[in-house]
């Protein structure tokens, strides 16, 4: 059974940061591109970073040089390490697996930024 969990997620401060983590099972990340997404409330989901199967990961320029992306290939996990956080960064945070016709998703992580 192909599932991703995403987990990490929670309430934290203005300026701290969190790492979410995306574990999959069910089939091997090591052929799938993994994709970082996140939803505002009353906003479109919106694309955050990518990790491919082979080469270097790319980020939406909201985030760049404050997240994070990696892939563990051996553990069949990837991450998302967010540092700066701010309120806008609060969102229900989603990864994504794609390989071809094949698109699974997780059930999501909430993360709440507020003082």
């Known amino acids: 059974q192909v599932q991703l969990v995403e987990s990490g997620g929670g309430l934290v401060q203005p300026g701290d940061s969190l790492c979410l983590s995306c574990?999959?099972?069910?089939?091997?990340?090591?052929?799938?591109?993994m994709t970082w997404y996140r939803q505002a409330p009353g906003k479109e989901r919106e694309f955050l970073a990518m990790?491919?199967?082979?080469?270097?990961?790319n980020y939406d320029r909201s985030v760049r040089g404050r997240f994070t992306m990696s892939r563990d290939n051996t553990e069949n996990t990837v991450y998302l390490q967010m540092n700066s956080l701010k309120p806008d960064d609060t969102a229900v945070y989603y990864c994504?697996?794609?390989?071809?016709?094949?698109?699974?998703w997780g059930q999501g992580s909430q993360v709440t930024v507020s003082s």
């Open positions: 990790s491919p199967t082979f080469g270097t990961e």
């Open positions: 574990l999959s099972s069910g089939f091997s990340i090591r052929d799938y591109t």
């Open positions: 994504k697996a794609n390989r071809g016709y094949l698109t699974y």
